[in-house]
């Protein structure tokens, strides 16, 4: 089907806002026959959660320059006739003490409504994202998605029944605690590891998968690092451990300068390694495979009932 034809029977159209703890996503989408075409993507590093490790709130600062990104996407969302909105919070406006402040700004200053998703609905729409996939399958498979704030875990236990976990561990959160540093230090990567792996253990049953599927910002900067294609979706252990040896010894300057490396995500990314590293380690797999898509992805798949999602835009 050709661009244009595809366009014409796009309708209606969908977006979804994601406010995550360090960044804003927005897709918006059309649905021809079953799959669902990406019309626009957007990405803000606004950081809504910035500090909330500590203070346990967000800080006024970062509600207002979220508020300014909300603001923007509402421009862009009506030029594409969006007929079907959907403003969604994850652990960020879960925890926070004074999400519920955030949430009333947002309504009288855009008329928008957050839908906060709870630990279980956020890890299903992840899963809905990497059950799109080609050849992926609930069986053995488990599916890590890794936020600013919480990790994802969803698969198959052994006796065939399946979970759907979160873990409050994410890369701003485990950088706020142990490895905002210029440089990080070993000692400081072995506090990472040991605390990520305290909390997984508390979430992942006993190893019984064979296939890792991993979503996020962290995973697909890591695929970017690696310059791996679409056609070429698995990252080796290996290649993980290479990369937290390489960024964590060079100053966060160097790392902002890195081409394939956002410089908004040069403080975190070590951290988010450390996590889809001690996720792998822990299954005892030596790999995983990159899903392009991400929660929201999944949360426009669930709602419009699609199968598929292509990220050509149209």
């Not at 392009?292 to 292509?310: D, E, F, I, N």
Request: proline content about 3%; charged content about 20%; some cysteine.
């Amino acid at each position: 089907m050709s661009k244009d034809n595809c366009l014409n029977m796009l309708h209606p159209t969908w977006a979804v806002i994601d406010l995550g703890t360090n960044t804003t996503k927005c897709s918006i989408a059309g649905l021809s026959g079953d799959t669902l075409y990406l019309q626009e993507e957007y990405i803000e590093y606004n950081r809504l959660g910035e500090g909330l490790t500590q203070s346990g709130n967000l800080s006024a600062t970062a509600m207002q320059r979220t508020l300014e990104v909300i603001r923007k996407l509402l421009v862009m969302i009506r030029l594409h006739h969006v007929e079907d909105v959907l403003v969604v919070g994850t652990m960020a406006l879960r925890t926070a003490q004074n999400a519920g402040d955030f949430i009333g700004l947002v309504r009288r200053e855009s008329g928008l409504n957050i839908d906060i998703l709870d630990a279980q609905s956020e890890a299903r729409y992840s899963q809905r994202a990497a059950m799109s996939m080609q050849e992926i399958s609930e069986a053995k498979t488990l599916v890590f998605d890794i936020g600013g704030g919480s990790t994802e875990l969803i698969g198959c236990k052994a006796d065939g029944s399946l979970y759907r976990e979160s873990a409050l561990l994410g890369a701003v959160t485990l950088t706020e605690g142990f490895g905002a540093h210029d440089r990080i230090p070993e000692q400081d990567l072995r506090k990472m590891a040991d605390h990520a792996q305290m909390l997984l253990n508390q979430h992942l049953p006993v190893p019984d998968v064979d296939l890792a599927v991993g979503l996020g910002g962290s995973v697909i900067t890591l695929r970017d690092l690696l310059d791996k294609s679409d056609s070429d979706p698995a990252i080796d252990l290996a290649e993980v451990e290479a990369m937290i040896t390489r960024l964590s010894d060079l100053p966060l300057a160097r790392r902002r300068c890195i081409s394939s490396l956002t410089p908004q995500r040069a403080d975190i990314i070590v951290a988010g390694l450390v996590i889809i590293h001690t996720i792998i380690k822990l299954q005892s797999l030596t790999r995983f495979r990159v899903c392009p898509w991400g929660m929201r992805h999944g949360l426009l798949l669930a709602r419009t009932g699609a199968k598929t999602m292509s990220g050509e835009h149209i």
